[in-house]
Structure formats: C-alpha cells, structure tokens
C-alpha cells in the first residue's frame, strides 16, 4: 500500500484532471448538482453490488467513480463561491472529531452501543429537533426503515430480548392473516408494511443487515432462474410450455449448484 505522500499527491492529480475536464469538455462543463444527482445515486448502487459480489477489483473502480463526484460537487461549488474540496474535507473532519469523544475528548465508553448512542445524543445538541431528522427521505423503504429503527434505538426506544421482536413479528403476522380473511386490501398493505418493519427490526437484533440480505437472496434466485432459462433452451423448450414440475427438476439442480 502507498504511503500519505503517494496518497495525497493521486488526490491532487484528480483535482487537476478536474479543473481541465470543467476548462475544456463539453459534457463536463455542462453538468450540475442537479443533473449528477441521479448518476451519483447510480454510481452508489454500482459500488453497493460490487461490495456483495466481493469483488474487490470492481470495488476499487467503483470507489473511483463516487470520488469522482464528490470532487465533481466540490468543483461545482466553488465555481460559486459557495465551497470547494477543502471546505467538504474541513467539514466532514471537524464532525468526526466533535462525534468522537471518546477519541478526542475525555469521555469513556464500553462498547460499540454506547458509542453509538452518544452519536445520536451529539447530534440533538448540535441543534435537531427529531433524532430522525438525518433520515433522508428518498431512501429505499427497506434502508429507511433500518435506520430509522437504528436511530430510535440509539437514544433507547428499543426492545430488550431478541425474543419480544419475534413475538411482535408473530403479532403482526397473526393481524395481516386476520384482514387476509377481511379481503380489505388497504388494511392488507397496512399489516403486510407493519410485519416487513417488525421484520426488519428482528433482522438488527441479529446482526443482519436485511438490504443485503435481500439483496443475496435476489441474487441467488437470478443465478437459479437464469440456469432454468438456459437448460430449457438446451432442450428447445420455452418455459411457458413446461410444466412446474419439470422446471422444479431443474430449479433443485440449481441449489445444488
């Protein structure tokens, strides 16, 4: 691994590549916060997968990219005089020094927990209203509701046993089978919500994260799904024309793969 020199001296070669790309290329000089926006959220859905796959090669590129935008806004800012790369390194410093006391301070913690509660409590005297606040609101539903259940957790709203979640899951099942029989089907979307939030809740009391863990399972029924597509076709069959027992035969072969 390079050392802080090499280190800092790559980070300034891509701010200049930045200042010529905004100088000189026409793509580069047309773009905004607004119309990178959507290619950010892109870029960091590309790393997310390579982080799964544990690809480490595409990590480091897809790690590339993210820096790029970050550098990208920077550049945008202080073309406004609104901030640059300093500000955003400067900003996210100071944070990381005030949320940590326990490093730069004399505070004494114990574990992880506590850490993190001191976190959430830093935050409210930094001047929010809700520990929720800083739950951004175009999150996807399952992400946001892990966080929001982090956060509350992080100033004590929280279960104490692994068991009482469980039991609130089973609840929650038991009132989604009761409006199932109802046939009401906005009360059926209300429960079903109701026991997807129960389970992920379950999910941080055993230390998994339930995006990725979705994630896996979307990822193993793509690689199941696509072998039953690619062994019908090795017979000349269209999928619509077998019968489930006959793709189930493959779909095991699958597994066992």
Same mark, same amino acid.
């Given at each position: $691994?390079?050392?802080? +020199?090499?280190? @800092?001296?790559?980070?300034?070669?891509?701010?200049?590549?930045?200042?010529? %790309?905004?100088?000189?290329?026409?793509?580069?000089?047309?773009? *905004?916060?607004?119309? %990178?926006?959507?290619? *950010?959220? /892109?870029?960091?859905?590309?790393?997310?997968?390579?982080? @799964?796959?544990?690809?480490?090669?595409?990590? =480091?590129? #897809?790690?590339?990219?993210?820096?790029?935008?970050?550098?990208?806004?920077?550049?945008?800012? !202080? #073309? +406004?005089?609104?901030?640059?790369?300093?500000?955003?390194?400067?900003?996210?410093?100071?944070? %990381?020094?005030?949320?940590?006391?326990?490093?730069?301070?004399?505070?004494?913690?114990?574990?992880?927990?506590?850490?993190?509660?001191?976190?959430?409590?830093?935050?409210?005297?930094?001047?929010?209203?809700?520990?929720?606040?800083?739950?951004? =609101?175009?999150?996807?539903?399952?992400?946001?509701?892990?966080?929001?259940? /982090?956060?509350?957790?992080?100033?004590?709203?929280?279960?104490? #046993?692994? &068991?009482?979640?469980?039991?609130?899951?089973? &609840? &929650?099942?038991?009132? @989604?089978?009761? /409006?199932?029989?109802?046939?009401?089907?906005?009360?059926?979307?209300?429960?079903?919500?109701?026991? $997807?939030? !129960? $389970?992920?809740?379950?999910?941080?009391?055993?230390?998994?994260?339930?995006?990725?863990?979705? &994630?896996? +399972?979307?990822?193993?029924?793509? =690689?199941?799904?696509?072998?039953?597509?690619? =062994?019908?076709?090795?017979?000349?069959? !269209?999928?619509?024309?077998? *019968?489930?027992? /006959? $793709?189930?035969?493959?779909?095991?072969?699958?597994?066992? %793969?």
């Amino acid at each position: $691994m390079s050392d802080k +020199t090499v280190q @800092l001296k790559a980070f300034e070669r891509l701010l200049i590549i930045m200042d010529e %790309l905004r100088e000189q290329c026409p793509w580069d000089k047309k773009q *905004t916060m607004e119309s %990178l926006r959507h290619l *950010t959220i /892109e870029e960091v859905y590309e790393l997310g997968d390579a982080i @799964l796959d544990n690809d480490l090669d595409e990590v =480091k590129k #897809e790690l590339g990219d993210v820096l790029l935008h970050i550098v990208f806004y920077s550049k945008i800012g !202080s #073309e +406004t005089n609104n901030f640059d790369i300093a500000d955003v390194c400067n900003s996210i410093c100071d944070k %990381l020094i005030d949320r940590h006391p326990h490093i730069y301070g004399d505070v004494v913690v114990k574990d992880e927990a506590e850490v993190k509660r001191n976190w959430e409590q830093l935050k409210l005297k930094e001047g929010k209203d809700s520990v929720l606040e800083g739950v951004p =609101k175009s999150l996807p539903a399952v992400v946001k509701a892990s966080r929001i259940q /982090e956060k509350v957790a992080g100033v004590g709203f929280d279960w104490e #046993e692994p &068991e009482q979640v469980f039991e609130k899951v089973e &609840e &929650e099942i038991a009132e @989604l089978k009761v /409006e199932i029989s109802k046939g009401d089907q906005d009360a059926i979307e209300s429960e079903f919500g109701d026991v $997807m939030f !129960s $389970m992920i809740n379950y999910a941080r009391f055993l230390k998994v994260n339930p995006e990725n863990a979705l &994630e896996r +399972t979307n990822k193993k029924f793509i =690689k199941r799904f696509q072998y039953l597509e690619s =062994k019908a076709k090795s017979l000349d069959k !269209s999928l619509k024309d077998m *019968t489930l027992s /006959e $793709m189930d035969v493959f779909w095991e072969e699958a597994k066992l %793969l």
